[in-house]
C-alpha cells in the first residue's frame, strides 16, 4: 500500500510505549500531510537529542546536557535529595515542580530473584554524595512495591549514622480520592499515619 | 445483622471447559447436579467458582479451561440475584488474543478480579480435599488461608507480599557470594511485617469459626476444634528471629521459620482426637461441618449469604446426615449447587429445588 520508507517509519513508531500499529499509522499520515510544520521540525529535535544524548554523571538523569538541567539549576536546594528508582521516577517527581531539591536515580530496585544487587545500582554513588556533605535530609522516593520496600529499608539502614535525616514518602488517600473506592491496605496505611489536622 | 442472599439466578458459559454453550436457570434452593463421571458436572461448579477472586474449585490455570477446538477464550457469565434489590450482571473469562488473562466485567464495566469478593463469596468442598487432613500441611494451609480470605481481603496480599520477599531471601542465602547483610535485613523486615498480618488475620479467622462451632447446633455433625500449630509471631519477633536463623536456613535451604510453617491441627471435639486419626466418614462429616460454619461467619461478618459447592458430598454421607445437611441448608438459606451421580441420594431435599441431569456436556431439567 505505501512505500518501504513510509512502512519502516511505522513499524519504528509502533514500537513506542503507548503506541501500536492503528497509532503508528495515524500519527505517520499526520507527519506525511504536514511535512514542513510537523515532519520537519520533528527530525531536527530527534537529531538534536541524539547527538548530545548523555547520563548525568552526578544524579543518573537523562538529559542533552552533562550534568543534567537539574542538578546544575542553582534555584535548587543542594541541601534536599531525592532518591528514585528509574529516570521516569525523577520525571514524574519533577513534573509538578514541587520537591525544591535534587535528585539521585538508582537505576532500578534491589531484586535478588532478577540478580539485581546493591552493586548494579548507583548506591555507592548516593553513598559518595551523602558523605561529601551539604545534604541534610534525603527523602526515599520508592515505588510501594516489596522491592520498593526491600531497597528504601536497606538505604535507611546504610544511610543510618551518616548524620542526614532520612525521610520517606506517605502511603494512603490519594488526593481527590473518595474513601469508598479505596483497599483495605491503603485505609490501614492511611489509618497508621494519621496526623493532627493543620 | 440481617443477611442478604446471593443466588446464581442464571448461570451463561461459553467455550468453558467441556462446554461449547450452557445456559441454566436455577431457583433459590439447592441446584443439584446429576450424571456419570466425567460428565462435566464439576466443570459447572468450577465455572461458578470463577465468579469469586481466584483460581477456582481445582485451581487451574486460565488456558486450560478454554475449550478445546473452541475460540481459544471462554466467558463465564452470571445473572447475580441480590433478595429484595435489582440483580447484578457478573462475568469472566479470557480471550483468544491473552488466554492468561482473566477479565472481569460487573454490570457491563470491566473490574478486578478482586471487585467480584463484593458482590459474591463462594465457598467449596470437593472430594481432592478428602485426604486434607492426612496429607501434607500445605494443603491445609491453603484451606485455611482460603477461609481467611473470606473474612480479610488483605488477607491474600499480605500473603503475596510474604512469599515474594521470603523467596528473595532464599535465593540470597544460597547464593554463591555472601549474602549482603543489609539487603536480608530489609527483606527479613518485609517478611516480618507481612508475616505478623497473616499470622494476626488465620489467628482471628480460626477464632470466628471456633466461636460459631460452639455456638451452633451442629446436629448429627460431628464438632471439630481449631488450632493454629506454630508460634504466634509478633513483627519484631518475627524480624529478630528471621535474622537469627539465617545460618540454619542457608544450611536447610530454604525459610525454617515463621508463619509459612504454621499448621492448622483439626480435633474431633466428642472423642477428643485428632481428625486424622477419624474414620474417612467422620473426617468427611467434619470438614462439613467446619466448611457450613465458615459459611455462616462470612454471612455474618459480609451481610450476604455465599453461595456453596458441594462436589460429590451427597454420597458419601449416611442417610441421617445427608437429610440433616439438607435441612441445615434450607434453614441457612444459602444457595448451595451440588452433584452427584444418583439423583435419589437428593430424594429428602427441598421442593424449591432445580434438578438438571448433565450428560456429554448437555444440560437437562428433570
Not at chain 1, 510537523?38 to 547527538?51: G, T
Not at chain 2, 478482586?114 to 470437593?126: D, F, I, K, Q
Not at chain 2, 492448622?264 to 470438614?287: C, W
Request: with cysteine; proline share 4%.
Amino acid at each position: 500500500m505505501s512505500s518501504p520508507e513510509i512502512d519502516a517509519l511505522t513499524q519504528a513508531l509502533s514500537r513506542l510505549p503507548g503506541l501500536g500499529p492503528r497509532s503508528a499509522r495515524r500519527a505517520v499520515l499526520h507527519l506525511l500531510k504536514r511535512r514542513e510544520i510537523a515532519l520537519k521540525p520533528l527530525i531536527s529535535a530527534l537529531q538534536a537529542v541524539e547527538q548530545n544524548l548523555a547520563t548525568c554523571a552526578i544524579c543518573g538523569n537523562v538529559d542533552t546536557v552533562n550534568p543534567c538541567g537539574v542538578c546544575t539549576d542553582p534555584r535548587r536546594d543542594a541541601k534536599l535529595l531525592c532518591v528514585v528508582e528509574e529516570v521516569a521516577d525523577l520525571w514524574a517527581m519533577d513534573r509538578a515542580r514541587l520537591f525544591p531539591g535534587r535528585f539521585h536515580v538508582l537505576g532500578g530496585r534491589l531484586s535478588a530473584l532478577e540478580g539485581v544487587g546493591p552493586d548494579d545500582l548507583s548506591i555507592a554513588q548516593l553513598m559518595a554524595r551523602v558523605t561529601a556533605g551539604g545534604i541534610d535530609e534525603v527523602v526515599l522516593a520508592m515505588n510501594a512495591t516489596m522491592e520498593g520496600a526491600t531497597t528504601m529499608h536497606y538505604l535507611a539502614e546504610r544511610l543510618a549514622g551518616s548524620g542526614v535525616s532520612v525521610t520517606q514518602l506517605a502511603h494512603g488517600v490519594p488526593v481527590g480520592g473518595e474513601l469508598d473506592y479505596l483497599d483495605e491496605g491503603t485505609i490501614a496505611q492511611a489509618l497508621r499515619a494519621r496526623r493532627p489536622v493543620a | 445483622m440481617p443477611t442478604q442472599p446471593r443466588t446464581i439466578d442464571r448461570l451463561r458459559l461459553t467455550d468453558f471447559r467441556s462446554y461449547a454453550h450452557a445456559d441454566i436457570t436455577a431457583g433459590a434452593g439447592a441446584v443439584v447436579l446429576t450424571g456419570d463421571n466425567g460428565a462435566g458436572k464439576t466443570n459447572l461448579l468450577e465455572a461458578i467458582s470463577l465468579l469469586a477472586p481466584g483460581r477456582g474449585l481445582r485451581r487451574a490455570g486460565l488456558p486450560e479451561m478454554a475449550r478445546i477446538g473452541g475460540s481459544g477464550g471462554f466467558a463465564v457469565a452470571a445473572t447475580l440475584g441480590c433478595g429484595a434489590d435489582a440483580p447484578v450482571e457478573i462475568g469472566t473469562g479470557t480471550q483468544a488474543e491473552a488466554p492468561g488473562r482473566r477479565l472481569v466485567r460487573v454490570n457491563g464495566a470491566g473490574a478486578a478480579a478482586n471487585a467480584l469478593s463484593e458482590w459474591l463469596s463462594v465457598l467449596w468442598l470437593t472430594p481432592a480435599m478428602d485426604r486434607l487432613f492426612l496429607e501434607s500441611a500445605g494443603g491445609r494451609r491453603r484451606f485455611l488461608d482460603r477461609l481467611t480470605l473470606a473474612l480479610v481481603s488483605q488477607h491474600a496480599g499480605h500473603t503475596q507480599r510474604y512469599d515474594a520477599a521470603m523467596q528473595s531471601r532464599n535465593k540470597l542465602l544460597g547464593g554463591e557470594r555472601a549474602p549482603d547483610a543489609d539487603w536480608l535485613a530489609s527483606l527479613e523486615k518485609q517478611m516480618a511485617e507481612h508475616g505478623a498480618a497473616v499470622d494476626a488475620a488465620r489467628r482471628m479467622a480460626i477464632e470466628a469459626l471456633g466461636q460459631e462451632i460452639a455456638a451452633s447446633d451442629t446436629g448429627p455433625f460431628p464438632k471439630g476444634a481449631l488450632l493454629l500449630e506454630g508460634e504466634a509471631w509478633e513483627a519484631e519477633a518475627l524480624e529478630e528471629a528471621l535474622a537469627a536463623s539465617r545460618r540454619a536456613d542457608t544450611a536447610a535451604g530454604r525459610t525454617t521459620i515463621g508463619p509459612h510453617r504454621s499448621d492448622l491441627a483439626v480435633t474431633h471435639l466428642a472423642k477428643d482426637q485428632p481428625a486424622a486419626r477419624a474414620s474417612t466418614g467422620e473426617q468427611k462429616a467434619l470438614l462439613l461441618g467446619l466448611v457450613l460454619a465458615h459459611a455462616r461467619v462470612v454471612a455474618a461478618r459480609t451481610g450476604r449469604r455465599p453461595v456453596l459447592l458441594l462436589d460429590e458430598v451427597a454420597a458419601h454421607l449416611d442417610e441421617t446426615r445427608r437429610a440433616a445437611l439438607f435441612a441445615m441448608l434450607e434453614a441457612d438459606a444459602m444457595q448451595v449447587w451440588m452433584t452427584g451421580t444418583d439423583v435419589s441420594l437428593f430424594r429428602a431435599i427441598g421442593a424449591d429445588a432445580t434438578y438438571i441431569d448433565v450428560s456429554n456436556g448437555r444440560l437437562s431439567r428433570l
